[in-house]
């Protein structure tokens, strides 16, 4: 169990272990230091099956301890304000691999949508927390054009197929992406990429270049 205190008594203090923070990030340089790094590849190209109307995957960080726990006391604990050194490192990591790959960064950003269920247990929707402070830091358009519907059942607990079929009426397009588009998809974490792959389906494809920006990317198997 990770023990939290108020807001004002961690003014000053890591987030993870109430160390003396000295990074912008809101933790101390040893858990900073802790925070495991993703490099910075496309990360299609590790997934078993990437999402077809992607070009790109990118995340700065791999979905292991440290940053577990930090993303945990952001969604489930009201640590909001991390949204923000969160979004500073994704958008750091993006810049990068957009120069080295010598393409244009895109000019929209669309966060993941989230369910009403999930959006009444924590008060707010955390892929976008981090779309707003992206477009705010980049300077890129925040759209909101799509939105998550009801399904048959639940995601998460369906097996592969069943999980790629639900996903893929989870979403609808509540507006019209002008041609020409270069559009970031905006989420915590990434996994398999079939929630992405599932968003980026019901968007336009004609004229329209979809990539796909998270905090951290679970590794697969052979990292391990």
Same mark, same amino acid.
């Given at each position: #169990?990770?023990?939290?205190?108020?807001? *004002?008594?961690l003014q000053g203090r890591c987030i993870l272990c109430e160390q003396h923070a000295t990074e912008r990030l809101h933790l101390c340089a %040893?858990?900073?230091q802790n925070l495991t790094?993703?490099?910075? *590849?496309?990360?299609?190209? =590790? #997934?078993y099956r990437p999402p077809q109307r992607l070009r790109m995957a990118l995340a700065p960080l791999w979905y292991q301890s440290t940053v577990k726990r930090w993303?945990?006391?952001?969604?489930?604990r009201q640590c909001e304000h991390e949204a923000f050194a969160m979004a500073e490192l994704i958008a750091a990591h993006a810049v990068f691999m957009y120069r080295e790959q010598r393409i244009r960064m895109p000019n929209l950003l669309v966060a993941v949508p989230q369910s009403y269920a999930a959006w009444y247990q924590r008060g707010f929707n955390q892929a976008q927390? =981090?779309?707003d402070h992206l477009g705010d830091l980049l300077g890129i358009e925040v759209c909101h054009s799509a939105q998550r519907v009801r399904t048959r059942g639940k995601a998460h607990?369906?097996?592969?197929?069943?999980?790629?079929?639900l996903l893929a009426e989870s979403f609808k397009a509540t507006e019209v992406l002008p041609k020409g588009s270069r559009v970031a998809l905006v989420d915590d974490v990434i996994t398999t990429g079939a929630t992405l792959g599932a =968003?980026?389906? %019901? =968007?336009?494809?004609?004229? %329209? %270049?979809?990539?796909?920006w998270a905090l951290a990317y679970t590794p697969p198997p052979s990292f391990n």
């Amino acid at each position: #169990m990770i023990r939290i205190r108020s807001k *004002v008594k961690l003014q000053g203090r890591c987030i993870l272990c109430e160390q003396h923070a000295t990074e912008r990030l809101h933790l101390c340089a %040893v858990c900073f230091q802790n925070l495991t790094r993703c490099p910075p *590849v496309n990360l299609l190209g =590790l #997934m078993y099956r990437p999402p077809q109307r992607l070009r790109m995957a990118l995340a700065p960080l791999w979905y292991q301890s440290t940053v577990k726990r930090w993303l945990a006391l952001y969604k489930f604990r009201q640590c909001e304000h991390e949204a923000f050194a969160m979004a500073e490192l994704i958008a750091a990591h993006a810049v990068f691999m957009y120069r080295e790959q010598r393409i244009r960064m895109p000019n929209l950003l669309v966060a993941v949508p989230q369910s009403y269920a999930a959006w009444y247990q924590r008060g707010f929707n955390q892929a976008q927390r =981090l779309a707003d402070h992206l477009g705010d830091l980049l300077g890129i358009e925040v759209c909101h054009s799509a939105q998550r519907v009801r399904t048959r059942g639940k995601a998460h607990k369906a097996g592969a197929q069943q999980r790629r079929a639900l996903l893929a009426e989870s979403f609808k397009a509540t507006e019209v992406l002008p041609k020409g588009s270069r559009v970031a998809l905006v989420d915590d974490v990434i996994t398999t990429g079939a929630t992405l792959g599932a =968003l980026a389906s %019901v =968007l336009p494809s004609r004229g %329209v %270049v979809i990539d796909a920006w998270a905090l951290a990317y679970t590794p697969p198997p052979s990292f391990n």
